[in-house]
């Protein structure tokens, strides 16, 4: 009789960890986009910087609760894979919540932002012809709906570009079987 020995396959998969952190990262979002709000610094300067460092954290915290949880190991693949689970759900949540807080709680927020394009431009020398035209063309994107489809795209978007880079850092590879 042959004794069977098999290792037990881990419980983890990049979804569960992508999910895990993706709830985290659009709670985490929410907090950070009602600070800005609330601080009247929307739109100002480095701000997007702090939220970018903030998605590369949270996709590196998921990547070493992969690798603790799991065998020890994580593939390029997987970690993007977990990038890619945190963008879509962190994007829906801080999305839905966005579009929430614009469209029944701050319905003055799209005119904030819009005031502050307009100040930008005539900080840069734009003529008034210049400012109108360009807040003709920009007013079709600045509607709380229009928000929410671009809030969603561009965290799935940007977080899947920042996990590529933050993957090079977290992967480690499964030692080769002969």
Known sequence: ME????????????RSAGTRYGVIGGLVS????????LAGLIGTGYWNWLGYLITAVIIFMAHKFFKENGDGFMSYGQGVGISLWIG????????????????????????T???????????RGMSDEQIDQAMQYASMFTTPEAMFIFGLLF????????????TIFTQKKAPETF
């Open 3 to 14: 004794s069977q020995t098999t290792t037990p396959t881990p419980t983890i998969t990049t």
């Open 30 to 37: 929410i907090v950070f986009f009602l600070f800005l709000s």
């Open 88 to 111: 879509i759900i962190s994007a829906a949540i801080s999305s839905v919540f966005s579009y929430i807080y614009m469209k029944f709680i701050d319905s003055s927020f799209t005119e």
């Open 113 to 123: 932002i819009k005031q502050k394009q307009i100040e930008s431009m005539q900080e």
């Open 155 to 166: 965290g799935i978007l940007g977080t899947i570009i920042i996990g590529l880079i933050v």
